[in-house]
């Protein structure tokens, strides 16, 4: 099994220039996340999916789209890319959101967005 | 929103020391997860504590949750360079589907 897996690893893009950062998991997993990560600030969580076909935001959602067509990926959209959006791009996966050992969260290596 | 407090943000440590870092929530919780994140690497889940008062150990990690279950500490002990990282706790509030993470303890070790 790969796990999690994301593409692309690197991506620098204009201001204004739009992206779709691809996020695949074989894990059969409904629960799945997209997070960014800037120094100093942890995780943040854009936007999530509790199953295929649903979205949701998450604590910083502006800016960003999502859509979750099939249970294995997840996708997220940044239609006009500003420099605020330059950070490292985490999406995970989970079995369940729920207490009792099946929420434990599955990382992908991450995409390393850079916006000029 | 719920509050997640992670302090030291950096843990400098000769190696061989003992070091703890502590995660706090402004609500009671769940459950708390801790993760670790190697540098230019991605999170990785080490353990998830459910219980109040609940220790789990890890070889020379010990990790406990709050009799009150809004906080938690990791507890390393003869740290090695293989420690190095930053250390992440997740909170779940009850009946939220969402985890809250802190902004983790970089953890920096002196051969």
């Known amino acids: 099994n790969a796990g999690v897996t994301q593409t692309p690893k690197f991506r620098v893009l204009k201001t204004g220039q739009s992206m779709t950062l691809l996020c695949a998991q074989d894990?059969?997993?409904?629960?799945m996340y997209w997070y960014r990560q800037d120094p100093g600030m942890g995780l943040r969580l854009i936007h999530y999916?509790?199953?295929?076909?649903?979205?949701a935001k998450g604590e910083v959602p502006d800016g960003y789209n999502v859509s979750r067509l099939k249970k294995q990926n997840f996708l997220l959209g940044l239609e006009s890319a500003a420099p605020s959006q330059t950070s490292v791009y985490f999406c995970a996966s989970s079995y369940s959101a729920t207490s009792g050992g099946k929420d434990t969260q599955y990382f992908g290596p991450g995409t390393r967005l850079t916006v000029l | 929103g719920q509050q997640v407090m992670q302090i030291p943000q950096y843990q400098h440590v000769q190696e061989g020391e003992d070091f703890t870092t502590y995660c706090n929530s402004s609500t009671t919780l769940s459950n708390i997860q801790w993760y670790k994140q190697r540098p230019g690497g991605h999170p990785v889940f080490l353990i998830q504590l459910v219980k109040s008062g609940e220790v789990k150990k890890q070889k020379r990690l010990t990790f406990q949750f709050g009799e009150a279950k809004k906080n938690s500490s990791l507890h390393i002990t003869a740290t090695q360079t293989t420690d190095v990282g930053t250390y992440f706790c997740?909170?779940?509030?009850?009946?939220?589907?969402?985890?809250?993470f802190g902004a983790g303890t970089t953890v920096t070790v002196r051969a």
């Open positions: 894990m059969n997993h409904e629960y």
């Open positions: 997740a909170q779940r509030a009850i009946n939220d589907y969402k985890l809250s």
């Open positions: 999916s509790v199953g295929e076909g649903t979205t």
